[in-house]
């Protein structure tokens, strides 16, 4: 019951949150440039560390700061690390599909005299959405499962509370570790990708519109 | 709406498109670009509607610099008109929708207005049941008959023509130029790239050679087509009669 909750309330969080940062990161207005460069920053961090050390690591740590009920619950901030994971890889899949839109479509709206933003949202989006439903129903089946991970903090708090509070901050090390281990690797690599993508956009595709 | 380009120059990283490009067009002057392809002509068209920005050189539209950096593009494009090669309708609405979506957003026409327009301008182009009909389940003359009307509705004063029957079965082609014909009529100023010769000839008031990114040679299209005076012209047209376009 618990995982159904879980997920029910994490689903509508997680697509508006990965809508949200996929229109960021495929605007193309120069002035949003630090925007665009935080939510590349962001989608490369929340990626590249297993889900299960981002639920360890907010589930436990945000409540380890000390704060009051009801928010000191782990199963809270846990779920709150899944939105935070799963909006990241859901903004790829958004940023594709959007991607996936032929410059044409964008051009035919602009030349009609359409802003930036109607064309996103009356052309493109539309379009874009439609092409990333397999995809999305992917990763909503993978995000069932791991629901059942923020579930599992719920035993291991009471175990906290019966008095391992004393070594929790030392075991925190290793958790950070892990985690720039694993970013060190996935961050080059979706570097790559993106820059070979890039390089392909260039070769094949009409000049991009303003 | 008369626009004039002054010392335009448009280059794709190493590659020019156009350089020093200069051209007069008078209110309701219906002038065709002809040229090899990659000579220009659809790059042309983009700039004048600000979808390419230009390297340098200016373009007014009845003596408004338009071409000027940091000028928002949106109300101009309201004023220019453009229909593309490959219709670019959008595919995921009706014909409907795809004509009266600029006219609600941009002119801020209410919804019956707006079909108002789309009815009446469907119906005197020959389309006035494919109302309620998908792109995809129009054949290629009705789909750019109706991006025609898509971008007639908002009432341009400019309207670009880019390649226009290129992308179309020989048999739908005449569909289409028989609405540029009855536009000539209307009044309306229209800039058309075309491989049509025969079309340009019949349509234009001038016709244009474009060659690396000028105009090599200008002028009334029988003067042009009969009597051409640059040798580039002479051997385009030559390579084109060949081919039994002409």
Partial sequence: MLDIKIFAWSTPAILALALVLAIARSSRNPALFPIRIFVIGYIDVMRGVPVILWIYLIGFGVPG???ERPFNSPLLWGSVALVMTYSAY??????????????S?????????????QTMRFVILPQAIRRVVPPLMNDLVSLQKDVALV????????????????SKFANFTPYVAAAIIFLSITIPLTRTTDHLL????????????R | MKLEMRQVAKSFGSRTVLSGFDLDVAAGEVVSFIGASGSGKTTLLRCVNLLEPIDDGAIFL???EISRIGRDPNPI????????????????????QNITLALMRVLEKSADEATGTAKNLLARFGLADKLDAYPDQLSGGQQQRVAIVRALAMNPELLLL???????????????????????????????????????????????????GRIAEQGPPSQVFSQPRDERTKQFLRRVQALGKT
């Fill in chain 2, 162 to 212: 880019d390649e226009i029957t290129s992308a179309l079965d020989p048999e739908l082609v005449g569909e289409v130029l028989d609405v540029v014909r009855e536009l000539k009529g209307s009044g309306i100023t229209m800039l058309i790239a075309t491989h049509e010769m025969m079309f340009a000839q019949e349509i234009s008031d001038r016709v244009c050679f474009l060659d690396a």
């Fill in chain 1, 105 to 117: 479509q964008r051009a035919a709206a602009r030349s009609l005299g359409l802003s930036n933003s």
């Fill in chain 1, 151 to 166: 579930s599992l903090i719920g035993p291991i708090e009471i175990l906290r509370q019966a008095g391992i509070d004393k």
């Fill in chain 2, 62 to 64: 009845d003596g408004d």
């Fill in chain 1, 198 to 209: 890039a390089r392909e956009r260039r070769r094949t595709s009409a000049t991009r519109v």
């Fill in chain 1, 90 to 103: 859901v903004a790829e899949v958004f940023r594709a599909g959007i991607d996936s839109v032929h410059e």
């Fill in chain 2, 77 to 96: 494009r309201r004023r220019i008109g453009i229909v593309f090669q490959s219709f670019n309708l959008f595919p995921h609405m009706s014909v409907r």
């Fill in chain 1, 65 to 67: 700061v000390g704060l």
